[in-house]
Structures are given as structure tokens and as C-alpha cells.
């Protein structure tokens, strides 16, 4: 155990809008000595047993770090890096067409990425949208509290002096709770931004995740003259046509069961 692990015991902890949780008691550690978690006494709420990654030692207090934010955090980094190696594959193969069988290699690993970010994202908003709930029910009850401090200083059940320490009471929490939602709201903003395509708003926010990444995938190549073309929509890469034959393409049927269309175009098949 380090030496600020072993700091930890006997701190108060706040979390990051300056609310009070507790004091450090103890921590668990591993077989290895790593700390795992970290005994926090809560007073009435009792011992609670908080992962050692979300407290963060800040002069003579342990400051404690929600768990939606560091998921939240961790799915940005992850997604804009999966993201920006995308955009790196299609510079490499537009580049280079003699790399496209190199690219093949590596674009399931990709895709797979990206459906495991895409549901990722969608439990991490409901967590974020149900933070919300809690704070807004919080909200009110708080400023019920004070509406009734409010009520009793006027009808001289309490002194002007104790409705004042009321108020800055409440003001104080009413103020860490709007942080807090402005944090999320923040937070919800950079996670819709990873859907957004060349700085336009995706629509619809339950579209698959390589849908906003086709134009990162590759540029559509141009059809034959013999071939009429529909305009593409929107994120579809910039400047590229749909061919649109007269009659279907044969298909095969792949391993897993889905249908593989028969077309050299490597690029429609590494975004489908």
C-alpha cells in the first residue's frame, strides 16, 4: 500500500460539489496489498464501501467521484479514439488501395468496438438521465424546507437569525446540485457530439453507431455511366453516389446466416 492510500484513513469526504458524505475508517485490500475499497463512515446511512478509483485525496479532505462520471468519461475516451482510428483506416486505404485486404483484416474487430460502445452509451444516459430525477426530486424537497423555515420566521415560531441559517444552508446545497446538473448536462452534450457527422446534428438518436461512421469508413466509388444515381443522404460520405442497378445483386449467404452482397466494392462492405 502507498503511502497516500495509507493517508486516506481518518479524512473527511465530500464529494466534488462539496457536499459532506463522511470519514475514511479503513480500506479492503487485495491479496496483492491494492487497495479495493475504501471504508467511508456515513453516519446514520452506516459504513459504506466506496472503490478505491473513485476518491481522490485533495488537501486535508478525500474527495469522492460519482460512478457516472467516471463511465461517462472512460466512453469518451474510448469512443473518440475508436472513432479517430476509423477516420485513420479510411485516410490509409483511400491512400493506398493495396491496403484494403490489410484493412479487411481488422474491420470486425472495429465494428465490434463500436456495438459495444453503442450500448454502453445508451445505459450510461439512462444513468444520467436518471441522476437528473434524483436531483430534481432533491430540488424540491429542499426548497420545501425553505418555503417552511419561510412560513414559521413569519409566524414567529423561529427568529429572523434562524431562518438566516436556514436559508444559507439551503442555498448552499441548492447550489452543488445545480453544478451537478450542469455537469451531466455537459457530459450528455460531449456523448451526443460523438454521434454528430462533420459538425451536423444526428437526427435520430437511436441510429446504429456505423451509420454515423460510413463516411469515416470510405468513400463510395463512383458508378458507370450505365448506372443511374440517387443523391446520397446525409452522412453518407462527402461527394459520393449511390449506384442504383436495374436489377438485384446476387447474394450469397455467409457463415453467421446473413446475406454477403457479391460486389468488389470494399468499402460498402467493411461500413455494412
Given amino acids: 500500500m502507498s503511502k497516500e492510500e495509507i493517508e486516506f484513513i481518518g479524512k473527511q469526504v465530500k464529494d466534488m460539489y462539496g457536499t459532506h458524505i463522511g470519514k475514511v475508517i479503513g480500506t479492503i485490500t487485495d491479496i496483492d496489498g491494492s487497495v479495493q475499497t475504501v471504508g467511508v463512515d456515513c453516519g446514520s446511512e452506516g459504513l459504506k464501501q466506496i472503490a478505491f478509483e473513485q476518491l481522490v485525496i485533495q488537501g486535508q479532505f478525500v474527495i469522492f467521484i460519482p460512478r457516472w462520471r467516471l463511465d461517462a468519461q472512460r466512453l469518451l475516451r474510448e469512443k473518440g ?132 461512421a460510413i463516411s469515416y469508413l470510405g468513400k463510395v466509388e463512383s458508378p458507370s455511366p450505365s448506372q443511374p444515381t440517387t443523391p446520397v443522404p446525409t452522412g453518407v460520405g462527402v461527394g459520393a453516389s449511390i449506384p442504383t442497378a436495374t436489377t438485384p445483386k446476387p447474394v450469397a449467404i455467409g457463415a453467421d446466416g446473413d446475406e454477403e452482397p457479391q460486389d468488389s466494392d470494399w468499402l460498402r462492405r467493411i461500413s455494412s
Fill in 81 to 212: 479514439l475508436t472513432m479517430r482510428r476509423i477516420r485513420a483506416l479510411m485516410d490509409i486505404v483511400s491512400e493506398n488501395d493495396d491496403m484494403k485486404e490489410d484493412a479487411e483484416l481488422i474491420r470486425e474487430k472495429y465494428k465490434m468496438k463500436l456495438l459495444t460502445l453503442d450500448e454502453t452509451e445508451r445505459q450510461i444516459k439512462e444513468k444520467l438521465e436518471k441522476r437528473l430525477v434524483e436531483l430534481d426530486t432533491q430540488l424540491k424537497s429542499i426548497r420545501m424546507l425553505r418555503f417552511d423555515a419561510k412560513l414559521q420566521n413569519k409566524s414567529n415560531e423561529i427568529s429572523d437569525a434562524k431562518y438566516d441559517l436556514v436559508k444559507t444552508h439551503t442555498v448552499e446545497i441548492i447550489e452543488h446540485i445545480e453544478h451537478e446538473k450542469a455537469e451531466i448536462a455537459n457530459i450528455q452534450r460531449r456523448i451526443n457530439d460523438l454521434s454528430v457527422e462533420s459538425g451536423e446534428h444526428v437526427e435520430n438518436p437511436k441510429q446504429d453507431v456505423h451509420s454515423a
